[in-house]
């Protein structure tokens, strides 16, 4: 692992390096802090505006350099435009050509200025978290909070690319109007839907969006995969995935989301049912279903740690698994057994290899199409969470073959048996392992900065020009000395090797993060889980309407996320979307509670819409801030940022499953209350914990 000044120095654009971030200087200064601080040469206050002042000019010359930068680019695409006005009169096949070349050399310069300012933004990001790792965690909040909202904010041009948006826009148009329109008169303003096609433009539009955070439908959805990716992705990186990547093995561990997701949820609308017939009390759904998520806990960690040798056999091994623990669920009927039952469910559990899927699409799916491929992730999941209680009340039949009952209780265990078996059979032939590997992978020769900035270009891609030279390699040299000599060298660079180091690298802001994803993962469950349980007792409502409002429920995820991602998320920040969802959420819980008297379907079903569909935009923007605020540490390796996203998820249906169980020894009557209660108070304790941690979700 690279230290970032390294990074940051190699990809400079040489003639542009007095106007970048002074990575090395900062880094050198919260040393000497820490240091005088310690020996009482220096009060904290001191320290604050002193830092303060140094940042406040950093930003100053990076700015300022962004707007001469702007000017001159500007102006040369005003003089293209009075070269335009002249062939409008006098039509030159050749020069329009030279014109339409000129508009993309002016592109290409405009792509160079956004890498610029992205390298900055995010050496700002990285110099506070380490001011605050070392000084408490509160100068951030303090920064944003007095300059981001200040009418004269330097921080803003920095972060929201003010005023580079007119020179997409002049670029974009102008290109469009030179392109052969055969005869049309509309402008791009005319038809917005109708986007330029064209490489430099792409590449440009890329850069925009992955600098101002914002997002369609496709990258709002894959933000809920969490798929880590280290910052500055190299070519190197990119020629690897390529080698590595088959259609067909991402299509497996697609279904293989999806199949389990299916079976995670096609038993939620009759495990009452099925537990009562085995003798037990219909809270025991609670056990029934979590128990699935109890084994799921382990299988993460060490489907994640196989996930370094392998994917086929561990893929192979879920499979079977997971067919045996179906075949044990659906025996269990005709065994009168509710241990045979619950080890059914562990077995399932212990067979999720979402860790595997998250895995393989991190490591071996080209960095063009990881966001599809993430999106495709949740997308599996979203169809698998609505498909399976459809599923079940589709199976609505009762018959016997050979003594073997088949019910709507125990045809969900053999029908997934079945699916296993024949996915198993499909992974066998279709499935080709990817290489590993073993030493250091040099770039084919013949590949050069500027061949790897058009390529960039072709595929869309916006990388940073790699314009480092021997001549500065001892420069390098003395910068990676003092990169490292801050940090152990071995702690500093290797991913985090076991959940307790893992868990040191968490700031305040992540373990925020990871709270409101342990809230909205436990009051899902609670609607969820508790579902059939809830509505059989006040609205006597059969196993087919379960499934049905389950399955709704489910349905929602897709349209949910297209209109946040779409709409919502380019019109406000990630961390106003979070808090008003968290908010949302909170009057859910609150509507779901039963204090008038009767309780009604319209109270019911209206309450759990809001907090479930306000729980999936939260997840979204959840899972988005955290990937952002985590640790590049936490991007690789076993216990990495989507591991502890899913402990977290996990631990919290376990949680939740067994506050059903628990509850339902205080009766029927009570038990919506008493599931509810904790979902509210877990939810207002992340609202707190949002508003302390605010300003550095910046």
């Known amino acids: 692992m690279v230290a970032f000044g390294k990074k940051l120095k190699e990809r400079q654009i040489q003639e542009w390096q007095g106007y970048y971030i002074n990575y090395k200087l900062m880094k050198k200064k919260v040393k000497q802090y820490a240091h005088q601080i310690e020996v009482g040469a220096l009060d904290r206050q001191h320290v604050l505006k002193d830092f303060s002042r140094m940042l406040d000019n950093q930003i100053e010359k990076i700015v300022l350099f962004l707007l001469e930068q702007q000017g001159l680019i500007a102006s040369r695409i005003s003089k293209l435009g009075e070269q335009k006005e002249t062939l409008h009169q006098r039509p030159d096949i050749a020069k329009i050509s030279e014109l339409r070349e000129a508009y993309r050399e002016v592109g290409q310069d405009l792509l160079r200025l956004l890498f610029f300012v992205e390298m900055n933004a995010i050496g700002l990001r990285k110099i506070l978290k380490k001011y605050d790792k070392r000084f408490g965690y509160r100068f951030t909040d303090y920064y944003v909070k007095t300059r981001a909202n200040h009418p004269y904010s330097l921080l803003q041009q920095v972060f929201k690319h003010v005023g580079l948006g007119a020179v997409v826009g002049a670029i974009s148009r102008n290109l469009a109007d030179l392109q052969d329109r055969q005869g049309s008169y509309l402008s791009i303003y005319d038809q917005p839907a109708a986007s330029l ?6 590449a440009v539009k890329a850069a925009v969006n992955r600098l101002s955070n914002s997002t369609n439908f496709l990258h709002f959805l894959g933000q809920h995969a969490l798929i880590m990716q280290e910052e500055l992705p190299t070519p190197i990186e990119e020629y690897a995935d390529d080698e590595r990547y088959h259609f067909m093995s991402l299509l497996l561990n697609l279904a293989n989301t999806f199949l389990y997701m299916v079976n995670t949820y096609i038993v939620v ?3 009452d049912d099925y537990s009562m017939r085995l003798g037990a009390a219909a809270t025991v759904c609670g056990i029934v279903i979590g128990a699935m998520a ?3 806990v382990f299988s993460s960690v060490y489907f994640s740690a196989w996930s370094n040798k392998s994917y086929f056999k561990p893929l192979v091994f879920s499979s079977i ?7 044990l669920y659906a025996l269990a009927y005709d065994l009168n057994s509710i241990a045979v ?3 059914g469910r562990l077995f399932c559990g212990f067979g999720s290899a979402r860790a595997v899927n998250r895995r393989y699409i991190s490591d071996c799916v080209p960095l063009k199409i990881r966001m599809q491929a993430s999106a495709g992730f949740v997308s599996a999941s979203a169809l698998g969470m609505a498909c399976g209680p459809a599923l079940a009340g589709l199976l609505q039949t009762n018959f ?3 003594k073997i009952t088949f019910n709507q209780d125990t045809l969900p265990g053999w029908v997934m048996a079945a699916a296993w078996l024949i996915y198993l059979l499909w992974l066998c032939i279709s499935f080709k392992e990817p290489w590993r590997e073993t030493e250091e992978k040099h770039v084919p020769q013949g590949w050069n900065a500027d061949e790897g900035h058009n390529d960039a270009l072709e595929n869309g891609l916006a990388k940073p020009l790699l314009l480092g030279s021997e001549d500065n390699q001892q420069d390098e040299d003395v910068d990676q000395e003092c990169d490292i000599s801050e940090e152990a060298p071995e702690e500093s660079r290797l991913p985090a090797t076991s959940i307790a180091s893992a868990y040191r690298l968490l700031t ?4 925020v993060q990871l709270l409101i994803y342990f809230m909205l993962k436990y009051a899902m469950e609670i609607l969820l889980s508790e579902s059939s349980v809830i509505t059989t007792y006040y609205f006597n409502w059969s196993t087919s309407s379960v499934a049905i409002f389950l399955a709704c429920l489910g349905l929602t995820v897709l349209p949910v996320n297209i209109f946040v991602g779409s709409y919502i998320s380019n019109m406000f920040e990630d961390r106003q979307i979070l808090l008003a969802s968290e908010i949302m959420v909170c009057i859910g819980i609150l509507l779901s509670f039963h204090i008038i008297i009767p ?16 729980a999936e935009v939260l997840e979204g923007v959840n899972l988005s801030l955290l990937s952002r605020v985590m640790s590049s540490r936490l991007s690789r390796g076993t216990y990495n940022g989507g591991l502890l996203s899913t402990e977290a998820g996990t631990i919290a249906r376990v949680v939740a499953d067994g506050t059903i169980t628990l509850a339902g020894y205080l009766g029927e009557s009570r038990l919506l209350n008493a599931t509810l209660l904790p979902s509210l108070l877990i939810c207002i304790s992340s609202i707190i914990a949002t508003f302390y941690t605010y300003n550095s979700l910046y």
Request: glycine share 4%.
């Open 197 to 202: 096609q064209d490489p430099v433009i792409d």
């Open 400 to 402: 016997k073959i050979y």
């Open 341 to 343: 039952l619950l080890i």
């Open 321 to 327: 698994v997971l067919f045996v623990g179906n075949v």
């Open 599 to 614: 309780y009604s379907v319209p109270q019911y079903v209206c309450s759990g819409l809001v907090m479930f569909v306000f």
């Open 508 to 511: 305040p802001s992540v373990k």
């Open 269 to 271: 609308p009759t495990a």
């Open 294 to 296: 109890v084994a799921q």
